[in-house]
Structures are given as C-alpha cells and as structure tokens.
C-alpha cells in the first residue's frame, strides 16, 4: 500500500507525549502539560518554529515514559496558545498539521527528541467511489449522532458538503466519537491510506450505531417496566435487562446452586422441603425485591448448616490425659469427667447420642476458659467461644424472626454455623453474668439449649425448623454459681475449680508461665535465672488472688526489666533475679503474712472466711460494758452475719447455767462485738461458732486457746452447720501458723477430697454442737471457781494497747 501514500520530509521535533489522548491531523485540542520532561518540551517548542511531535503513551500509568513506552505514529502539531497556570503547569492548544512517523530517536538529557517523517495519503483516482465513501461515512456519522446523546449535532451542519475532502472528514469524524477507545484512534491514525482509512472507520462507525441501538433498546424495555414499577427500581430494572440482552440469567443459576448444596449437605425432610419451598417463591419473585432478599438469606443460612458431618474423636485416653496435664496442673475432677466421657464413646460408639453438659465454676484466674480449650483439643474437636456477660436479650439465643430487616438466627446456630461439624465444643463464658430486661430473660432460652432431652430439637426463632444439638459438648464456666438460676443450674454437672496454693502456684509458674512468658520475650532460661525462693517472694508478697492472672504480669514485669538490664548494660549476658531487684522494680511488698501471735485471750476468737481470691482469716473481739443487756455490732457486716451474732448470743444466754454465767449479767453489761479491718464487707453464716466461742470467753472469763481456728454455722440450740470453701480456709489457717482448726462434723466428707493435696495439715477437730467447740476451744475453768464469776469488764481507765497494722482493703469476705 506504499502507493496510496508518500513519505514527506523529515522534521526533528521535541516529543509531548499525551496519556489517553491521540491528536489528529487538522484537529485543534487542549492540552494540560505538567510534567517536567514535557514542559521542557514545550518550551523547546517554543524557542524553535513551535512545533512539536504529539503521541500517544501506551499505558496511561508511567510517569517519565522512554522510547519503548510511546508509540512510533504520531501528529506533527503546532503550538497555538501558551498559558501558565498558578501550579506551574501549562495549558497549550495545538493543532494537528500531518501524521509521522517515527525514524530515529535523539537522546537528550531534558526531553525526548525524534526524527519523524511526515506520510501524506495520496487522492483516491476514483472520485465517484470517494464521494460515495464520504457519503457513506457522514450517513452513519448523522445516525451515530442521533443516537448518542452526547453527540453534537452542530458537528454534522459543519461536515455536510465536506464528502470530496475524504482525508479531513475520516479524521474530523474521529475526533467527534467521544466513545472511541485510545486503541481505535491510534489504528484510524495509523492508517495513511484514504480508502483502508475510510472502511475502518466505517467499521467502527457501524458497530458504535449497533452498540446505541442495543442501548436504545435497553432503555426502552426498561422504560416500559417502570411503568408498572416504582421508580425507585429504574437502575436495578436496567442492570436486570441488560443482562437479559447479554442472555445472562444468573438468579436461576443462583437457585439452581442452592438446590445442589442442600443436596449435598444430607438435610433433613423438613429442612429440605423448606429450602425447596423458598426456592420456588425466589423463582417468581423480582431479584431485587426486599422479599426475595429475605428469602435468599433464609435458604443460605440452611444449606450452610452442617446437618450431618461430625468430626472424628481420633484421640487415645492416653493422648487425652496427656494433653490436659500438658496444659493445666491439678484439677483432677475435670480431667476424670473428660476421660470418662472419651472412654465411654469409644465404647458405645453411636450408640451413645448424649454429650455431657459441664458447668466449670470458679474465682477469676483460674483457667476455667482455657481448660475448655484443653478439653476440646484433648477430644479433637472444633471450639466456639460464646461470651454470655451482660448479655439480656432472648433473641441472641432464639434468634430474631426472619419477617424482621436484618434478622438473623442466635448465637447458637451462627456457632454451628462456624463449626461446620454437629460435634463441636461451643464454650459458654461467663454464664453467671447474664441479666434480663424487657426484651426477655437469655437464661431461660438456655434452658432448651442445655438440656439433653430437648436439645435435639432445638428451635431458632428464624430457621423455624428443628436442629439437633445433642452431639454439641457445651462447658459454661462461672465465677458464682449462686447467680444462676437453679432450674439452669440443675441442668448442668457443676465442678468446682478452687484456688491455687503456694505449692500449686509455684509449680503452675515454673512449668507453664514462665516458658510461656520468655518465649513470648525471645528470652532462655539461661539468661533470666529466677529461683524458687523468689518466686515464693513474688506469688506472697505481689499478688493476692484465687488464680494466676496477677502473677503472669508479674512475671511479665520480671522479664521486661530484665531486657532493659541487658539492653542497658552491654556486657550483661544474663540477670539473676534476686530480692534486692524485685523490691528495687516492684518496691515493699504489699502483701505480708504475718504468723499468728500464739497466745490466749479473753473475749478474742479467730475465725476463716472464703474470699474471691482465696481464703482469710477473722478475728472476733468481744468488749463486756457496764450497761442494759444492749448488744453493738460494728465492722461492716452483712445482714447474715449480723443474724449469726444474735444466734450465738441468744445460745450463750440459754446455756448461761451450764456456762456458770450468772443469769443478772446480761441484763446488767452491753456487749460489743467487733470485727476489725472495717473497710472490708463481711458477710455469711461460718462464723456463727467464732462469735459463741468469743461471747462465751468474755463472759465466763476463760481464755481461748492460743492456735485454734474455727469456722462454722451455729443454731439456736447449739447444733454446728456445714459451710462451704473449706479448701481455702484450712490453707489460710496453715498460712498464719494455727496447729487446730475446728470444722463441722458435716463437712467431714469433703475435706477428705482435698486433703491429700495440701501439706503440713494441722489437727482438724470435727464437731457436731457447740458445747465441743467450747470444749476444745476453751482452757479449763478454775478448779478454784464454785460461783458463777462476773463477766471481764471494760474500766473506764484506758490502756496502752498495742494496734495492729492496718490492712489495705481486699475483696468482701464471705463464709458461705
């Protein structure tokens, strides 16, 4: 085709190369110039004749294009107008004056340089064929004007008469079809040859009218639909009819899918039928419909439940075992319930269909949510965590109807959902901390979730179908179990997890914290050495608490500061922790225990009280007044404990007689029982015995032995009730030195389970009334007292009496 063209002379232009745009000849644009390479060209243009060669970039994403990255058919143009703009940019308007061709490259520093050739196209011979192309070309150009809405139809005025000058009106044309890609400009500027010019920008012509037509009719199907439509819909209606055009149907394809997972999932009857009903309305309702989303959301939520697949218990016992005394020291029953559980299930196989419901009861710290992780990778199964605390609102159990926007199924089913097995372990935490308003009460929703003969058809508010949840192992963990509702509480095998001793903690902190926290700080045992004796040091005098929380920041603390000595100094290799650094980082201790002054006192009994972080000890003091029988209470007491002290004393005065009390006495003193550390609340019934033991000292005169606790609930008549936390008073009793602790004959059995876990017991009494207690607790009358002797009372002459230190307030003591 080198005779439909010739090649001009050869210009040396600077290069302005244009993202996006293609520049034609006898066309006048604007153009926006900000880069420098491209300002020094323009500026070189200007020095010069004002030409410069214009051409397009291949991809608009390169910034300080090379030769490689502009094509090699350009526009050799003028520069018309220069304007500078306030951000240093310049605004030119060039007009194309004859296509070029690129044949050779100048390299300069500042800007781009070429060699370009001009190519004139040569006359068509033919002149009839040339005007019928112009006519045929200005015929599709007015149709593609009509079309497009964009199009001006002043253009086409100006373009009538023009069909002899074929060459202005092909490149007029293309600079007009605004729809053109940067692609199709630069092949229509490539070409040089009118009449291979003329029919591809027919071509292009041609598919641009069909193109509008198609957009035509788009418009006019969705205009008729919204008609009957709200108008609201128009946008939705019109993607829905272009795919229609593009014969695209993709909501039957959606629904077809739908039908092949429920297939694959094993669904029930009922929940099949479901899924086949919800299909059916989807396909006669409008996809975008509110009422179609709601029903797409419904049967996705079915299919995506497991229904049928369960994981696989591929766990020995011995592997089981192994893995939970990895994890957790101690907590022996918990760890037996497991085992038991995984032994009968790989005995009965199937035929066992009910999971155990274990509620894991507890102070803070102690590893109830932990030691369920334990569980479920000692069983090799998935677990959920659901946090119940201050949850109120039945629906997160239930789920909310599906008629609701936004409604969605409850905890429950999204754990299944997420567990993609029917046997997970899904952890209820925090079960104890829920409460109630008036959008329902959770605990009561959970009485179906948690009960083994109703779970297996478990109904969610928005599946409104059955779901089997007895192949679920669910484990709630609790700090008080007093605060679940008993009908709750029944359904649940309660394990108690106490606190931690010494022992326990030290051993807890040598094999599992400490080789947490130094891997954890990319530390070795090597270069942070931490003896026994101080971690004694930091677990008695930095931390009070039932678990182990406070003692991991602790140790934590240790680890960090240790770096900075490391850090810090460079010749430190390692840290030796020693008592002068841990008083130096954390300061005195603030907590001290002091033994026990081992004497005998009138009037002064010590009990044991159950806290939140373990167990205390009580001291009981009881002041006889000159007076008219008034009895003062003081030392921030519950209402219980205050009912315990009207008991012992209302015992003490029915057994005045056998006590050798003379019966004018009471009526003749006012007694004043005290509780020191009054910052602190107390409450419970446990010290009923102290404060008879103490009441019965002050009167008759006898000292209470030196070394004996005591703790238990007192009658009227004398009898000695069972309490709780018996665990952490005797380790308390052990703590502060006392030899004897007097407990009730009642709690006999299960002090037996624990006391082969603690060491260095001392003598426990057991007793069954309070003349025992006395008995044990009491020296021994005179054998020079006949008459009833005059209770000690108070002179109004004060004594120098030393105080004790006071205490920093801790947690409420409670007897339980």
Not at 184 to 204: C, F, G, H, N
Request: charged share 30%.
């Amino acid at each position: 085709m080198t005779d439909a063209f010739k090649k001009g002379e050869v210009h040396f232009l600077p290069v302005l190369p244009l993202k996006n745009v293609v520049a034609l000849p006898k066309s006048v644009i604007p153009v926006v110039v900000g880069r420098d390479v491209s300002i020094k060209a323009v500026e070189a243009a200007l020095r010069g004749n004002r030409e410069v060669f214009v051409v397009a970039q291949k991809s608009s994403d390169i910034e300080l294009p090379t030769k490689d990255d502009i094509y090699h058919f350009g526009t050799r143009a003028i520069i018309l107008q220069v304007g500078r703009m306030q951000n240093s940019t310049l605004r030119i308007l060039i007009e194309g004056v004859s296509r070029s061709e690129v044949v050779g490259f100048v390299d300069t520093e500042e800007y781009m340089c070429v060699n370009a050739q001009d190519l004139l196209p040569k006359p068509l011979r033919n002149k009839l064929e040339e005007k019928a192309m112009g006519r045929s070309l200005l015929q599709f150009f007015k149709e593609y004007t009509q079309l497009n809405e964009k199009a001006s139809s002043e253009v086409l005025t100006a373009l009538a008469g023009m069909e002899d000058d074929i060459d202005y009106l092909i490149d007029s044309i293309t600079v007009q079809m605004t729809s053109l890609l940067v692609k199709d400009r630069q092949k229509i500027l490539e070409t040089v040859p009118l009449k291979k010019r003329a029919l591809k920008l027919s071509s292009l012509l041609q598919d641009e009218v069909e193109i509008l037509k198609a957009e035509r009719n788009i418009r006019q199907r969705v205009q008729d639909q919204v008609e009957k439509h709200q108008k609201d819909y128009y946008l939705n209606e019109q993607i829905r009819a272009i795919q229609r055009e593009l014969g695209r149907d993709d909501q039957q394809q959606e629904i077809n899918k739908i039908r092949e997972q429920a297939k694959k999932a094993k669904m029930p009857a009922e929940a099949a039928e479901k899924v086949e009903t919800e299909c059916r309305r989807l396909e006669q309702m409008q996809p975008m419909s509110p009422e179609a989303s709601v029903s797409r959301n419904y049967v996705e939520w079915l299919v995506s439940l497991p229904w049928k697949s369960k994981s696989k218990d591929m766990v020995t016992l011995e592997q089981a075992r192994h893995l939970l005394d990895e994890s957790h020291a101690r907590m022996l029953k918990v760890k037996e319930r497991i085992i038991e559980f995984l032994a009968a299930k790989k005995f009965a196989k199937d035929k066992l269909t009910k999971s155990p419901i274990i509620c894991l009861a507890g102070p803070p710290g102690v590893g109830k949510t932990s030691l369920a992780a334990a569980i479920a990778k000692a069983l090799g199964r998935i677990m959920i965590r659901i946090s119940l605390g201050g949850m109120r609102d039945e629906a997160e159990i239930r789920g909310h109807r599906r008629t609701y926007i936004g409604a969605l199924p409850g905890k429950i089913i999204q754990a299944m959902r997420k567990a993609k097995v029917t046997n997970p372990v899904i952890v209820l935490d925090e079960i104890d901390k829920m409460s109630m308003d008036f959008r329902g009460d959770p605990s009561s929703a959970l009485l179906e979730v948690l009960d083994p003969e109703q779970n297996k058809a478990f109904v969610d508010h928005f599946l409104e179908i059955d779901y089997d949840l007895s192949d679920v192992m669910f484990i709630t963990t609790a700090n008080v179990v007093d605060a679940i509702p008993y009908p709750l509480l029944d359904r649940m095998e309660v394990i108690q997890l106490s606190g931690y001793t010494l022992p326990e903690k030290l051993g807890i902190a040598r094999d599992f914290l400490l080789p947490k926290l130094l891997k954890e700080h990319a530390l070795t045992g090597d270069q942070v050495v931490i003896s026994d004796e101080i971690l004694s040091a930091l677990i008695e005098g930095y931390t009070r608490e039932a678990g182990v929380r406070q003692l991991d920041r602790v140790l934590a603390k240790v680890l960090r500061k240790s770096i900075q000595e490391i850090l810090s100094a460079k010749k430190v290799t390692e840290v030796t922790i020693t008592s002068e650094l841990v008083e130096l980082w954390f300061g005195p201790a603030k907590h001290r225990v002091e033994l026990k002054k081992l004497e005998d006192s009138v009037g002064l009994a010590t009990g044991l009280a159950w806290t939140e972080v373990g167990g205390d000890v009580l001291d009981i003091e009881i002041t006889v007044l000159k007076g008219k029988g008034g009895l003062t209470l003081t030392g921030q007491l519950g209402e219980v404990m205050q009912e315990s002290a009207q008991a012992a004393m209302s015992y003490v005065r029915s057994r005045a007689k056998e006590l050798k009390i003379a019966a004018r006495t009471f009526a003749e003193n006012d007694v004043h029982i005290h509780f020191p550390e009054g910052a602190i609340p107390k409450d419970g019934p446990s010290a009923g015995i102290v404060i008879a033991t103490a009441l019965a000292s002050a009167f008759t005169g006898r000292p209470v032995k030196a070394g004996v606790a005591m703790t238990g609930e007192v009658t009227l008549r004398g009898r000695v009730l069972a309490v709780g936390g018996l665990r952490e008073k005797i380790l308390a009793a052990i703590r502060i030195g006392m030899h004897t602790i007097i407990v009730p004959k009642e709690n006999e059995l299960d002090i037996k389970e624990f006391l082969g876990e603690i060491d260095n017991v001392p003598q426990l009494i057991y007793v069954k009334t309070m003349d025992e207690v006395l008995e044990h607790a009491l020296q021994k009358a005179s054998v020079e007292a006949t008459t009833p002797k005059k209770p000690a009372v108070a002179r109004k002459k004060k004594k120098n009496v030393a105080k004790p230190e006071k205490k920093s307030p801790s947690k409420k003591k409670s007897a339980k």
